[in-house]
Nanobody
Framework: QVQLVESGGGLVQAGGSLRLSCAAS????????MGWYRQAPGKQRELVAS???????YYADSVKGRFTVSRDNAKNTVYLQMNSLKPEDTAVYFC????????WGQGTQVTVSS
């Protein structure tokens, strides 16, 4: 019964930065990478970044060089540092396991103004 709570979103101007946090209330499998997803209005949810316990990362082409995913296993928390934000980054951001997913949280809204 892992619960995921995303936070850190907000309104920011283009070029600005935000750091999102995802706190898990229960244990997460050490073999299950954690990922950040986003969903913009009228679009499918997409994986934008993920990280394994070993530190291997993945980034969607759209965010490479701008976003950095990290994790703190002791805190059961994953982070997404978002720099050089663009209006097209506007979406609700969610975290979840990549393969054996838990229930989705409410997400956190990121709005990037032009």
């Amino acid at each position: 019964q892992v619960q995921l709570v995303e936070s850190g979103g907000g309104l920011v101007q283009a070029g600005g930065s935000l750091r999102l946090s995802c706190a898990a209330s229960g244990s997460i499998s050490s073999i299950n990478p954690m990922g950040w997803y986003r969903q913009a209005p009228g679009k499918q949810r997409e994986l934008v970044a993920s990280i394994t316990n070993g530190g291997s990362t993945y980034y969607a082409d759209s965010v490479k060089g701008r976003f950095t995913v990290s994790r703190d296993n002791a805190k059961n928390t994953v982070y997404l540092q978002m720099n050089s934000l663009k209006p097209e980054d506007t979406a609700v951001y969610f975290c979840n396991a990549v393969y054996y997913r838990h229930a989705w949280g409410q997400g956190t809204q990121v709005t990037v103004s032009s």
